[in-house]
Nanobody, 123 residues
Framework: QVQLVESGGGLVQAGDSLRLSCAVPGRTGSSYNMGWFRQAPGKEREFLAAISWTGGSTLYSDFVKGRFTISRDDAKNTMYLQMNSLKPEDTAVYYC????????????????WGQGTQVTVSS
């Protein structure tokens, strides 16, 4: 069982930046493809970004491309989501996910999930 732990969420103002982290404590995550998703109240969980296990490939949803950047530091067993120019509509619970075999935007294909971290953007 792979345990993922997100951190870095909080309350910010529109236009601010945040960096989320996703740690895989006690176990190397370097062999997993990983992704970020978010879920706003009353909405389905939506894909934001993914990064391959090598870190050589990244994928973004159109609505975050240019504002969000996904990266990983395998020496620290940690993945990041740098979020810039935040908007009130970015308010949601943000989740990281991992899969040994799947790389992409289909949430049901990911095997492991974190507990989520709340991001609230005020106008």
């Amino acid at each position: 069982q792979v345990q993922l732990v997100e951190s870095g969420g909080g309350l910010v103002q529109a236009g601010d930046s945040l960096r989320l982290s996703c740690a895989v404590p006690g176990r190397t995550g370097s062999s997993y493809n990983m992704g970020w998703f978010r879920q706003a109240p009353g909405k389905e969980r939506e894909f934001l970004a993914a990064i391959s296990w090598t870190g050589g490939s990244t994928l973004y949803s159109d609505f975050v491309k240019g504002r969000f950047t996904i990266s990983r530091d395998d020496a620290k067993n940690t993945m990041y989501l740098q979020m810039n120019s935040l908007k009130p509509e970015d308010t949601a619970v943000y989740y990281c996910a991992a899969s040994r075999s799947y790389y992409g935007d289909y949430r049901n294909a990911y095997d492991y999930w974190g507990q989520g971290t709340q991001v609230t953007v005020s106008s």
